[in-house]
């Protein structure tokens, strides 16, 4: 049995670390932070959504980038098997909406400890507060690492980079894997936050701030061309829009934002059809006959909402509603169906859930892991070009490649 050892112990460096030491070997995770697993610490709002357990269908579905490369990481470690492993290293897990997966207890740090007391159980060395400066390559093999501050070389008979990517560099994730795939030959496709807000162009957003939309519909245009249409909800902010339909629709619009402006067209109403948003406002404005126009809304739209759809309506907001035209009704209703944003850029890697953009999986073997281009050389999680929605599926990317990498050393 070899020497394996993993840069990163994040959530793909602990999987791989586990199923490394589970075949026989001698496992070294070397990690930067004082602690393991700094970003699941944060995920989700501190709780970690640890994978989500719907069918394979839907796990594929949900994966934005390079879905097929993972074929065999997903069935070679799925989301019932990472559930299977917390809860039997001591850590319950709860199904909520959108099946999305947490621990009983709410806290990621109990996820932490179950993969720390699982690595811990199985003779993994832990080296906290190590920096790796480069890969040895020699031959056209990875022979070990080089670590920083003068703390000499590290030999290994396989390494495995599960560095993350440049989405919150306060945990750590500054892109060191990309340069030590770079140095080993690899090529990097172009990388952008994703999973992040946006920007918009309208400052009537600051007006909004705060305000969250739930049961909406977004659709997202390049000219006339949709690039995402989704249901849920989502947050107005002081420089644009959030939420969870808007993080994951950053995912989809990120390359195109890059080359111009799109636009977001929020459906306020989408249970409803423009005649039954008619017959609605209708049966508001009879209950409200004899009020002006800018009080007989409280029951159609959110109070900070009314005076931005007042002024974007163009009726004038002392009318009495029943001097309200049809052509005045159907430009309130235009409004509510499609209430349009111009969506300008991303937040920046700091506000970023995951990056999108790493190494190209052509160059790696989808079953293994295992470089194509350096023998005993292996990558897994975030540092690869794969990236999916909101829901527990980036972890779950994680875990898999993690695992795939770790088994196949």
């Known amino acids: 049995m070899g020497k394996v050892v993993i840069i990163g112990g994040g959530a793909a460096g602990m999987a791989a670390g586990i199923a490394a030491a589970g075949h026989g070997h001698e496992v070294h995770i070397y990690e ?32 934005v980038t390079n879905s097929k490369f993972l074929y065999s990481s997903f069935y070679g470690f799925n989301n019932y098997d990472v559930m299977d492993l917390v809860e039997s290293a001591g850590c319950p897990l709860k199904t909520e909406r959108g099946n999305r997966v947490f621990p009983v207890s709410d806290k990621s740090s109990d996820i932490i400890s179950a993969f720390s007391r699982k690595l811990r159980e199985l003779g993994v060395e832990i080296h906290l507060h190590e920096e790796v400066k480069e890969l040895i390559v020699e031959d056209g093999i990875c022979k070990g690492i080089l670590l920083k501050k003068n703390r000499g070389k590290v030999s290994a008979d396989a390494v495995i980079v599960a560095t993350g990517g440049l989405s919150y560099p306060t945990t750590g994730s500054t892109g060191d894997g990309y340069q030590f795939a770079k140095s080993a030959g690899h090529s990097i496709t172009e990388l952008s936050p994703a ?53 994951s629709a950053s995912s989809y619009a990120a390359k195109e934002l890059k080359k111009g402006p799109l636009t977001l067209s929020i459906d306020l109403k989408p249970a409803l059809s423009e005649e039954q948003l008619d017959a609605r406002i209708l ?34 907001p002392e009318k009495k509603v029943n001097e309200i035209t049809r052509q005045e009704r159907q430009k309130l209703i235009d409004l509510t169906k499609h209430f349009c944003l111009t969506l300008v850029s991303l937040r920046d890697y700091k506000e970023a859930i995951i990056t999108q953009g790493g190494v190209e999986v052509k160059e790696i073997n989808p079953k293994t892991l295992e470089s194509k281009l350096v023998k005993q050389l292996y990558f897994a999680g975030e540092v690869l070009d794969v990236d999916a929605v909101t829901g527990g599926f980036n972890l779950q990317v994680a875990w898999s490649t993690g695992w795939a990498a770790g088994s196949a050393v």
């Open 283 to 316: 049966r508001e404005f009879e209950g409200a006959i004899n009020k002006r126009f800018k009080n007989a809304l409280v029951h159609l739209y959110p109070s900070k909402m009314i005076p931005v759809m007042i002024e974007r309506s163009g009726i004038n």
């Open 195 to 247: 999973l992040v807000p946006f920007e918009t162009k309208e400052t009537v957003v600051k007006d909004l701030q705060g305000l969250a939309l739930k049961n909406v519909e977004v659709t997202i245009l390049k000219g006339g061309k949709e690039l995402y249409r989704e249901f849920g909800e989502m947050l107005f902010t002081h420089f644009g829009v959030s939420g969870p339909v808007l993080l």
């Open 32 to 63: 930067k932070n004082e602690k393991l697993g700094k970003k699941i610490f944060i995920t989700g709002k501190g709780r970690c959504n640890v994978t989500n357990a719907c069918d394979m269908e839907t796990l594929f579905q949900s994966v």
